[in-house]
């Protein structure tokens, strides 16, 4: 099984950038799809941003397209969302996820373990 803990969330102004870590443990990091997912108050528990085991194919929101960046360093065991032109819709709960799988999924249920969470709130 993988632990996943998050962090790098924040306050900050519109336009600004954030770069959130996911820190995991455990033997099957590196089989494992990352996807980050976010949630606002109220509302349902979205997809971001997915990335392969070998880090080498993405998938992004259209929302989010042209302004996040999903990486990996599986020798760290380290998933990251680089966001930049953050907007106050982008304001939510950030969550990493994994699944042991070869394939990307938009589907929080496809996913199999989660972080905590990480708060990001951006002002306008």
């Known amino acids: 099984q993988v632990q996943l803990v998050e962090s790098g969330g924040g306050l900050v102004q519109a336009g600004g950038s954030l770069r959130l870590s996911c820190a995991a443990s455990g033997r099957t990091f590196s089989s494992s799809v990352m996807g980050w997912f976010h949630q606002a108050p109220g509302k349902e528990r979205e997809f971001v941003a997915a990335?392969?085991?070998?880090?080498?194919?993405?998938d992004y929101a259209d929302s989010v397209k042209g302004r996040f960046t999903i990486s990996r360093d599986n020798a760290k065991n380290m998933v990251y969302l680089q966001m930049n032109i953050l907007k106050p819709e982008d304001t939510a709960t950030y969550y990493c996820?994994?699944?042991?799988?070869?394939?990307?999924?938009?589907?929080?249920?496809?996913?199999?373990?989660w972080g905590q969470g990480t708060q990001v709130t951006v002002s306008s």
């Open positions: 996820a994994g699944r042991t799988s070869l394939l990307l999924s938009r589907v929080p249920v496809d996913y199999g373990y």
């Open positions: 990335i392969s085991r070998s880090g080498l194919s993405t």
